[in-house]
């Protein structure tokens, strides 16, 4: 009788150890694991990261959408852009252009007068 009782205690012993390490690892998997909790919080973290980056670039596309309706419509706008990136000036007008920083072979500043307009 003492033996059953022995073996019994053993065999709960060794039941409620592999009862353990399942729990054990299936604690850890659903922390560590491809789906676990930490996966989960690095993807949400990823999911505002690009929410964030969507908002700008809706942003941006509505500035450029305007920028496109004004040069499409208003000669004041096309004339700024020209100015600006084109370096274009008015008969008589003189453009400066400073050199940027990381130029220095190139001389410190330039000075030209705009064609006379025909």
């Given at each position: 009788m003492k033996l059953f009782r022995m073996e019994d205690a053993r065999l709960r012993r060794a039941a409620l150890l592999a009862l353990a390490l399942i729990v054990l690892t299936l604690i850890v998997h659903e922390v560590f694991g491809e789906n676990g909790y930490l996966a989960m919080r690095h993807k949400r973290e990823e999911f505002q990261t690009l929410q964030l980056e969507?908002?700008?670039?809706?942003?941006?596309?509505?500035?450029?959408?305007?920028?496109?309706?004004?040069?499409?419509?208003?000669?004041?706008?096309?004339?700024?852009?020209a100015r600006e990136q084109?370096?274009?000036?008015?008969?008589?007008?003189?453009?400066?252009?400073?050199?940027?920083?990381?130029?220095?072979?190139?001389?410190?500043?330039?000075?030209?007068?705009?064609?006379?307009?025909?």
């Open positions: 969507i908002e700008k670039l809706k942003q941006e596309n509505q500035r450029l959408e305007q920028q496109i309706k004004g040069l499409k419509t208003d000669p004041k706008a096309i004339e700024k852009l084109m370096k274009m000036a008015r008969p008589g007008e003189l453009i400066y252009v400073l050199p940027e920083k990381d130029r220095k072979d190139e001389p410190s500043s330039t000075a030209r007068e705009a064609p006379p307009k025909q």
